[in-house]
């Protein structure tokens, strides 16, 4: 087995997909500079594991364009201005590591291209595939137009679902015949997202730990 069959994408992007439940749960960004430099790092160190298990160039700038996107959109979607969206706002993630602003049009050209490849690598499918089922638009704002939940089922077809890893405390939902409906929407599919936080919230990493401490509201004016 390749270095490249060893990563679990679901396991590398843990860390984004748990920040994005946050920020769309309600939580404040009070501290922008402190969140926006732990995203960083996120970007970069998925960036580099990847590189260090053999990945294409082109596999990794995929995957990096497609968390760059989520979390831009993210952070720049929520209600309200707080010092998070004011630090994004001068330099955006996809400007820092790409130099573009239109993520939200090209990250589809992406996942199309891919689709049509003969052989993509499925770690970037079950990326773009998560990315989708966490709410990212881009330039479908409408979440149940006929395109984006169209290529939701492609991806959904060619994935695996997520699984339950107790010993690494992996935000995932189990599938079943009666909850297949969920893979078509991302709202259900995150609300389900948030409930398996409540279980693994003690299991997370340190660090987690200590950004939503600082996020999260203290009731302190």
Wanted: with cysteine; glycine share 6%; net charge negative.
């Amino acid at each position: 087995m390749t270095q490249e069959r060893k990563i679990d994408i679901d396991v590398l992007l843990r860390d984004t997909f748990l920040t994005v439940v946050e920020l769309r749960q309600g939580t404040s960004a009070r501290h922008g500079q402190e969140l926006y430099r732990h995203c960083l790092q996120q970007v970069e160190g998925v960036r580099e594991r990847l590189t260090a298990a053999g990945f294409s160039q082109q596999d990794i700038e995929h995957i990096t364009y497609a968390q760059c996107a989520l979390l831009d959109e993210t952070v720049l979607s929520r209600d309200g201005m707080d010092d998070g969206q004011m630090v994004w706002l001068k330099n955006p993630l996809q400007s820092h590591f790409f130099n573009t602003l239109q993520a939200g049009e090209l990250l589809y050209e992406r996942m199309k291209r891919v689709l049509q490849e003969p052989a993509p690598t499925p770690a970037v499918l079950t990326c773009f595939h998560r990315v989708l089922l966490l709410g990212f638009r881009g330039r479908y704002q409408d979440p149940e137009s006929d395109e984006r939940q169209h290529l939701i089922a492609m991806f959904s077809k060619r994935v695996e679902p997520f699984r339950v890893q107790e010993d690494s405390a992996v935000l995932n939902v189990p599938l079943t015949r009666r909850q297949h409906y969920l893979w078509q929407s991302p709202f259900c599919w995150l609300l389900l997202l948030m409930l398996v936080l409540v279980g693994v919230w003690w299991g997370l990493h340190s660090w987690l730990n200590v950004l939503v401490d600082e996020l999260l509201p203290t009731g302190k004016s």
